[in-house]
């Protein structure tokens, strides 16, 4: 069993930015791919950005430019700088761990419990 655990959601208003951090055992890091994904009110979790072991990353297209996946092996720790905000990124946000670790849900075997980030206009 892999334990993820988000922290760094909140309340923003629209063009500001937040940081959310998920600390995972180190085997997760050395082992799979993480990603974040996102459930808005009311609709289905969708994917947000996900980094392989190797450090190839990719973006959903609402997000690319705007949001920075990273991760700090030293720390067993992955990030989501999330800038320039809007009430459609309101959402809890999801951290995810996979061997396969693509762009869908079901390539992703762990979660964490999620964070709720919450965009004012």
């Known amino acids: 069993q892999v334990q993820l655990e988000e922290s760094g959601g909140g309340w923003v208003q629209a063009g500001g930015s937040l940081r959310l951090s998920c600390v995972a055992p180190?085997?997760?890091?050395?082992?799979?791919?993480m990603g974040w994904f996102r459930q808005p009110p009311g609709k289905e979790r969708e994917f947000v950005a996900s980094?392989?072991?190797?450090?190839?990353?990719i973006y959903a297209t609402s997000v690319k430019g705007r949001f920075t996946i990273s991760r700090d092996v030293t720390k067993t720790t992955l990030y989501l700088q999330m800038n320039n905000l809007n009430p459609e990124d309101t959402a809890v946000y999801y951290c995810?761990?996979?061997?396969?670790?693509?762009?869908?849900?079901?390539?992703?075997?762990?979660w964490g419990q999620g964070t709720q980030v919450t965009v004012s206009s």
């Open positions: 980094i392989t072991r190797t450090g190839s990353t």
């Open positions: 180190g085997r997760a890091f050395i082992s799979y791919t």
């Open positions: 995810a761990a996979g061997w396969l670790g693509g762009t869908q849900r079901g390539e992703y075997d762990y």
